[in-house]
């Protein structure tokens, strides 16, 4: 028998307020030596440590994992399996690892593509993922909007460069959660208004971080404002 491998715990840091990580995520933090955060050139990777920051047990190591923003498939999985390759060298000398997420672990994370490459290299590994809060709902607690209410559904589109998506979503009805919205706002913001849903939208940008934009008033923002944050939501009512 061979040293018993260390596990990985992947943990959702919730959306900004340290206060809204699970209480699980920071006793697991707290006892953890080696803490993984992913690192690209859009900076999500430190928001993540800074909003985990205080719960870091003392002497503990912080590792980074630079990630491209990139659409190059090829490159990314060689970047994810050099990634994988780090936590492995941790987890088989039997201590354990944590990686640091925005929001919730899978919920368009880069700890989906983390776990992947880490099952390939190490098939017997133990991955345990503590949930966190998403970015969408503590924007819906900020704006009071409610999500889903009786049998609506709810249907969540990131605003990529390919807008289709959001058009149909809106025309399909029911809450329409728009994430990632970023550099499309202006366009975004055209699609809501010319489907006549701008007074059934609300806008969030950065909940619980530094910079926390709530907007309930959408025509203002349409006429002041084409860009936003990469995080920021938009959540609109649909319909139907």
């Not at 990777?45 to 912080?62: E, N, Q, T």
């Not at 950065?206 to 926390?212: E, M, N, T, V, Y």
Request: hydrophobic fraction near 45%.
């Amino acid at each position: 028998m061979g040293m018993k491998s260390g596990i990985l715990y992947g943990i959702g840091v919730g959306p900004g307020d340290p206060e809204l990580m699970t209480l699980k995520g920071a006793r697991v933090l707290e006892r953890c030596k080696h803490v993984f955060v992913p690192k690209a050139k859009s900076d999500n990777g430190s928001i993540a440590l800074g909003i985990a920051g205080r719960y870091l047990g003392p002497g503990c190591l912080v590792h980074e994992l630079v990630f491209p923003m990139s659409g190059d498939t090829g490159e990314l999985s060689l970047h994810w399996s050099e990634a994988a390759r780090s936590v492995a060298e941790v987890v088989k000398t039997g201590e354990d690892a944590c990686f640091l997420t925005l929001g919730d672990p899978f919920l368009y994370s880069t700890y989906i593509y983390l776990v992947r490459a880490l099952r390939e290299q190490l098939p017997g590994v133990e991955a345990i993922t503590i949930p966190g809060i998403t970015a969408f709902s503590a924007a819906a607690a900020l704006a009071e909007f409610p999500v889903g209410e009786g049998r609506g559904r709810v249907v969540i589109v990131p605003a990529s460069d390919d807008l289709d998506a959001v058009r149909q979503a809106l025309a399909a009805g029911g809450t329409v959660i728009l994430m990632k919205v970023g550099k499309r706002l202006g366009a975004v913001l055209e699609i809501i208004e010319k489907a006549g849903l701008l007074d059934r939208a609300v806008y969030v940008s950065k909940a619980g971080l530094d910079g926390q934009e709530v907007e309930t008033d959408l025509r203002k923002l349409l006429r002041e404002r084409t860009e936003a944050d990469y995080l920021s939501i938009v959540l609109v009512h649909a319909g139907g």
